[in-house]
């Protein structure tokens, strides 16, 4: 079952212009992930953020967690067209278990 | 380092043959997970190897089985296949168990006709 569900499920954006994806889980979390993935490939980590940070910083990502809310958000700013993926945020499945848990994923497309 | 090597790129099979799926990970993972992607049911965690043991384990019928090397190198099998199993099979490996970022491969995409 998916632990976190993304908002919005599609984005349409001009390069240069900021786009911010939210993400909503259900249980407690250690950390929270994010990922990307081009059309049909495998996915790649972007940044991962633990419960006890409220925002973190890569680049031109910039990530926030309200551990109150069970929520995050993931903003990337001055999008190019080569951003242009689908962003999935994932929680890892608790304690010591292994598995991640995603959601469905925004799919991002940025206009050159 | 090398990246996460998934094979075959590509597969195709008819329904009720089995398919073996082989994950490579990088160098000094011990922890291998399997996932499955499809544009209906998004992504599933299929099971989750350490040190050749399975620690956790989806929520998949039987048909879909794994297993972990000593080298860690990994496989996956599914018997009896069928046309709902067509997705993309995605691999990720981790340095340890749990609480750090996952590295994938590119993902075995399984045709089933």
């Known amino acids: 079952s998916q632990q976190g569900e993304e908002d919005p499920q599609a984005l349409s954006i001009q390069e240069g212009e900021n786009a911010t994806m939210n993400c909503s889980y259900k249980?407690?979390?250690?950390?929270l992930q994010w990922y990307r993935q081009n059309s049909g490939r495998g996915l790649v980590h972007l940044i991962l953020?633990?419960?006890?940070?409220r925002e973190k910083h890569s680049g031109r990502l910039r990530v926030t967690l309200d551990t109150s809310k069970k929520s995050s958000s993931l903003l990337i700013t001055a999008s190019r067209a080569a951003d242009t993926a689908s962003y999935f945020c994932?929680?890892?499945?608790?304690?010591?278990?292994?598995?991640?848990?995603f959601g469905k994923g925004t799919k991002l497309s940025v206009k050159p | 380092k090398a990246g996460v090597t998934q094979t075959p790129r590509y597969l195709i099979k008819t329904r009720g043959q089995q398919v073996t799926l082989s994950c490579s990970p990088i160098s000094g993972h011990r922890s291998v997970s399997w996932y499955q992607q499809t544009p209906g049911q998004g992504l599933q965690f299929l099971f989750e190897?350490?040190?050749?043991?399975?620690?956790n384990k989806g929520n998949f019928p039987g048909r879909f089985s794994g297993r972990q090397f000593s080298n860690s190198r990994s496989e996956m099998n599914v018997s009896t296949l069928e046309l709902g199993d067509s997705a993309l099979y995605l691999c990720?490996?981790?340095?340890?168990?749990?609480?750090?970022?996952?590295?994938f491969g590119q993902g075995t995409r399984l045709t089933v006709v």
């Open positions: 249980t407690s979390i250690n950390n």
């Open positions: 190897y350490f040190s050749e043991t399975q620690r």
């Open positions: 953020i633990r419960s006890n940070e």
């Open positions: 994932a929680t890892d499945g608790g304690g010591s278990q292994g598995n991640l848990i």
């Open positions: 990720a490996t981790r340095d340890r168990p749990a609480n750090t970022e996952a590295f």
